[in-house]
């Protein structure tokens, strides 16, 4: 991020493979190239690693809707490059503004003390402060500490009302006691300043019990606007919503290629479904099934017998053969479930649709599902620490190990097409430097309107909330959950909610972070909005006290429709060289398999003989020790090792650094 | 000899402008040789140096060159992701290598916090000492003040060519991560008892000794 301009004149001016754009395909493209020695340049016009598939920081994020809201053209005084464009070449102009994101709003519901003039800890503009401040040992913010492992699910047994009506207050116990005391003062100083706010209509019916309410519970914790921007950089708050199938391609992808070393994860620790207004946890393992509470014996006996099934579908054609013309909905009705049991099946397991879906769709995804469970955890699905957004860098890490070369804030003016021959030679950027290269991969949205002119696009619906609670009581406060909310009209979609808690370090601690995600209809609000305020209701002054109201409330809300672009056929782009490649942006699935499989495709493409991403050696097998015999490490090492910060049930996958050890 | 009790593993940056000495600090460091020849590590994350630090203390430092992506600063988050220290290198026959030093320390604090929120403790390398006839490092006082200006915790005069002062300047850098680590682990946890800290094994760490 630091020195964009200085030292462009060192690029080199040759390379076999040029990426542009550094998401989820072009970054695996990137670095299965670099991994089998092609000299590789990856470069993206934006400042930040994975175009819509980053993760930001909230101040990030501000920034980033900033640029949509404003929807400033960017015009960088670029030098011309018509006039290197020799007689017997073309030139194919690239986009110089990103027009993938529309429709973007946002609303703030925690309070918001203007007098507080707080910034992120951390930020850029502060880090001479905090440096030195460094040797003298002061200013440790209490609410800065790392996740401990005192919050991972506790078991906590004690239905007590107080740990579950007030889920967000459950920071873990040791939590210093200062943290106690400034939540404590917050509290006062929003009460004071309530008194002075127009009051809301239930609040004047609250008010008397306020006093009471703050006096006998513990300290609640009230989470203000400014709070979250001082803990701006606890978020990572990813533009696209997705999860690893346990047993995807991604997940092989990561393993196979040893990326898996540079990325952690966490299971996602609930599946859910809402029905006739009720939020209920799914149950989907054995265990599950038969430690549920909601199901009569009857039925879970029904359930069993019904997953069994569906494992091993293929082999009892006669189960589902007369089935095969009608919707799953309707071959479900068939089977021996009660309706709360076919609920669960189609949104919740099979995640399909109720009308669309055929039999042989609906036994697939079920079977799919079943199949990824257990491998990590008790759901299918695995969740990156950080975010979505990491996983692009780790690719990317891998691909400039094996010496790609990496340039963010670097846009491309235009391909460079040889008459003749009809193929790509080059690129010149932005600084007017012709690059040549052999390949190309060129992400979508890079391309101009003069390219995309006969492309349809879709669009994806994303709203990004902060809340103050989980959807669910949980009996700990740790969960990761995934709810499907079908779509309420024949012609809407179902909507995709995933429920993130701190642990996942993609928020604050007494935060959760929802995403929810659907093919657009409408704009992301009208498509999405509706399911919001089923789930949840607005922040508001009023008390926690009614406690009737068990919805979570929204302290922040984003909403913006994303272009859809993973559909586009390569022949629907206007005049591509055979040496242009195109990848999509996030398409709206769940998993990533669509982002491995373009990028899988297009390296086989092009180096039809090479392996795809094989293991590179372990830096560990390169130890030079003092002196070569020493013990193994022993049990009582006590300090936190580099990923000790990390909560204890991290996934690491294939586990190939302590192998090596 | 006596099985050490308490092993450490820290993952160290080592962070400069292109061609100062980075790899070859690192090379020198950990496999005891230097190559004038050499261009960039292919396909090498990071070295493993493991230092007995004291008879009951191993200590394994992870050194994590920048790779391809040093020319324009654009380092991946993977990259700075749970390091515990810094070394930052500049090349003293190059000014302009010492000039982008404190962006580079900048940028390092930007991006990467300990636990608690402090910035990780960064050693300043000035290096190809061996070379002489250099304009910044006459001044010993100045180099003091600019450290102390720009939160390093000490800085070294190196020369990975001829083997001068790196184990010392990786020694400081471990030293004031031991001691920052105690401070963490207090801060963190102060009323809970971990009985496999009991042993008063803390490294007394107030300043750090140049050669």
Redesign the interface.
């Given at each position: 991020?630091?020195?964009?301009v200085k030292?462009a004149d060192?690029?080199p001016s040759e390379f076999d493979v040029i990426v542009i754009g550094t998401g989820l395909p072009e970054s695996i493209f990137a670095a299965a190239c670099s991994r089998s020695g092609q000299r590789v340049l990856h470069v993206d016009s934006r400042s930040y690693?994975g175009g819509n598939w980053a993760s930001f920081s909230f101040s990030g994020l501000l920034s980033w809707i900033k640029e949509y809201q404003e929807n400033t053209d960017v015009v960088v005084e670029s030098s011309t490059w018509q006039e290197q464009i020799l007689e017997n070449e073309e030139a194919i102009a690239l986009s110089r503004k990103n027009k993938t994101i529309q429709n973007v709003e946002v609303f703030c519901y925690a309070s918001q003390n203007l007098h507080e003039d707080i910034e992120e800890?951390?930020?850029?503009q502060k880090?001479?402060a905090?440096?030195?401040s460094?040797?003298s040992?002061e200013a440790?913010?209490p609410n800065?500490?790392?996740p401990?492992p005192n919050c991972l699910p506790r078991e906590d047994e004690s239905l007590s009302p107080l740990s579950c009506e007030v889920p967000a207050e459950q920071i873990p116990g040791?939590d210093?006691e200062i943290a106690l005391e400034v939540n404590d003062a917050e509290v006062t100083r929003k009460r004071e300043k309530r008194s002075e706010d127009k009051t809301s209509e239930e609040e004047t019916t609250k008010n008397t019990s306020i006093a009471e309410d703050t006096t006998e519970q513990p300290k609640k914790n009230r989470i203000t606007y400014s709070q979250i921007i001082k803990e701006g950089r606890k978020f990572n708050i990813d533009l696209v919503s997705k999860l690893l199938y346990s047993r995807g391609l991604l997940i092989d992808l990561l393993i196979k290629s040893n990326v898996s070393?540079?990325?952690e994860f966490k299971n996602i620790t609930r599946i859910l479904s809402f029905r006739e207004g009720i939020v209920e946890q799914v149950p989907c393992s054995r265990a599950d099934v038969f430690n549920n509470k909601q199901l009569t014996v009857v039925e879970k006996r029904m359930l069993m017998k019904f997953l069994t099934f569906c494992m091993e579908y293929e082999e009892h054609p006669e189960e589902y053969k007369a089935y095969e013309n009608v919707t799953f909905s309707e071959f479900l009705k068939t089977q021996k479930l009660t309706p709360n049991l076919q609920y669960f099946v189609l949104h919740s397991i099979a995640m399909t649709s109720e009308t669309t879906s055929s039999t042989i769709d609906g036994l697939k995804a079920t079977k799919n599902f079943l199949h990824c469970l257990g491998r990590y955890g008790n759901t299918p699905f695995l969740f990156p620490l950080?975010g979505q957004g990491?996983l692009p860098?780790?690719f990317?890490?891998m691909?400039?190990?094996?010496?790609?070369?990496?340039?963010?804030?670097?846009s491309i003016q235009c391909l460079v097409v040889d008459k003749e021959s009809g193929k790509c030679k080059a690129i010149i950027d932005q600084f007017g430097q012709r690059i040549n290269s052999k390949h190309f991969l060129v992400e979508d949205s890079y391309f101009s309107e003069n390219t995309c002119s006969h492309v349809q696009y879709r669009q994806i619906s994303r709203a990004v909330l902060i809340t103050d609670r989980s959807v669910l009581k949980p009996n700990s406060d740790q969960q990761i959950s995934i709810l499907t909310v079908p779509g309420e009209e024949p012609e809407t979609f179902s909507v995709r909610v995933i429920e993130l808690c701190s642990s996942t370090m993609t928020c604050m601690k007494g935060t959760y972070l929802v995403h929810l995600t659907c093919t657009s209809f409408k704009t992301a609000r009208e498509d999405l909005e509706p399911v919001v305020q089923k789930l949840f209701i607005p922040y508001t002054e009023m008390e926690i006290e009614s406690e009737e109201v068990e919805k979570p409330r929204i302290l922040w809300a984003l909403y913006f429709n994303m272009r859809d672009s993973s559909e586009v056929g390569r022949n629907c782009y206007n005049d591509l060289p055979p040496n242009v490649y195109v990848c999509s942006g996030p398409d709206c699935g769940l998993g990533n398999d669509n982002a491995v499989k373009q990028a899988e495709t297009i390296f086989q493409q092009i180096f039809p003989s090479e392996d795809f991403c094989p293991p590179?050696?372990n830096?560990?097998d390169?130890?030079?020790?003092?002196?070569s015999?020493?013990?193994e490490?022993?049990e009582?090492?006590?300090?936190?090792?580099?990923?000790s910060?990390t909560p204890k049930e991290t996934t690491s996958l294939g586990n190939l650094e302590e192998s090596s050890e | 000899?006596q099985?050490?009790?308490?092993?450490?593993?820290?993952?160290l940056l080592v962070i400069g402008d292109?061609g100062v000495g980075k790899t070859s600090i690192i090379k020198r460091y950990?496999?005891?040789n230097f190559s004038s020849h050499y261009r960039?590590?292919?396909?090498?994350?990071?070295?493993?140096?493991?230092?007995?630090w004291d008879p009951e203390t191993?200590v394994r430092l992870?050194l994590w060159d920048i790779?391809?992506?040093e020319?324009?600063?654009?380092m991946?988050?993977?990259?700075y992701?749970?390091?515990?220290g810094a070394f930052i290198v500049f090349d003293v026959t190059r000014p302009a290598t010492f000039e982008?030093v404190a962006?580079?320390?900048?940028?390092l604090?930007?991006?990467l916090?300990l636990?608690?929120?402090?910035?990780v403790s960064v050693v300043l390398l000035a290096n190809k000492c061996d070379q002489g006839k250099d304009v910044l490092m006459n001044n010993g006082l100045k180099m003091d003040q600019f450290c102390k200006?720009?939160?390093f915790?000490g800085w070294f005069e190196t020369s990975a060519k001829e083997n001068i002062n790196i184990d010392e300047a990786s020694r400081c850098l471990v030293k004031h991560i031991l001691a920052n680590?105690c401070?963490?682990?207090e801060?963190?946890?102060?009323?809970?008892v971990?009985p496999?800290?009991a042993s008063p094994k803390v490294v007394s760490c107030s300043s750090c000794a140049k050669s």
């Open positions: 991020m630091t020195f964009p030292m060192s690029l690693y800890t951390g930020a850029l880090s001479h905090s440096v030195t460094a040797n040992a440790v913010e800065c500490l790392p401990e040791s210093t070393r540079y990325a950080y990491e860098q780790c990317c890490r691909c400039a190990v094996f010496g790609g070369i990496y340039c963010l804030r670097h590179p050696p830096p560990e390169i130890v030079l020790d003092e002196d015999s020493h013990p490490a022993s009582s090492s006590v300090m936190p090792k580099p990923n910060e | 000899m099985a050490p009790h308490k092993e450490h593993l820290y993952k292109l950990v496999h005891q960039a590590t292919i396909g090498v994350d990071f070295a493993l140096k493991v230092l007995h191993v992870q790779a391809g992506q020319r324009f600063g654009n991946t988050r993977v990259y992701r749970e390091a515990m982008a962006k580079w320390k900048n940028d604090d930007s991006k916090t636990p608690n929120g402090k910035p200006e720009h939160g915790v680590e401070d963490l682990m801060s963190i946890e102060p009323d809970i971990k496999h800290l």
